[in-house]
């Protein structure tokens, strides 16, 4: 693993849900290329899937993995993972 993160994650209707757990490390925002680096060594390519997060301020927004491998953060500003969840299925439409 080359994360510093502490995170967890799990897949929900196809979008990759990180959660910082938040306990002390580096957060999720400052490690996000090694983060999903450590959930591609274990899920693949993670380029054409969609990915939240949930920062160490509890908000929810999204990382983009481009065709090179490139991470991009957009706010979403979602309050709950659901939400989150929902605004990106609205952008996939």
């Known amino acids: 693993m080359k994360s510093k993160a502490d995170f967890i994650y799990e897949i929900i209707d196809g979008i990759v849900c990180i959660r910082d757990q938040d306990l002390g490390n580096i957060s999720v925002t400052n490690d996000a290329e090694n983060v999903i680096a450590d959930i ?3 899920e693949g390519s993670l380029k054409d899937f969609p990915v939240v997060y949930q920062d160490s301020d509890y908000t929810w927004d999204r990382i983009i993995v481009s065709q090179t491998g490139k991470i991009y953060f957009s706010s979403l500003n979602a309050n709950s993972k ?9 952008l996939h439409k």
């Open 40 to 42: 591609e060594l274990l």
């Open 82 to 90: 659901e939400e989150a969840i929902n605004k990106v299925k609205s």
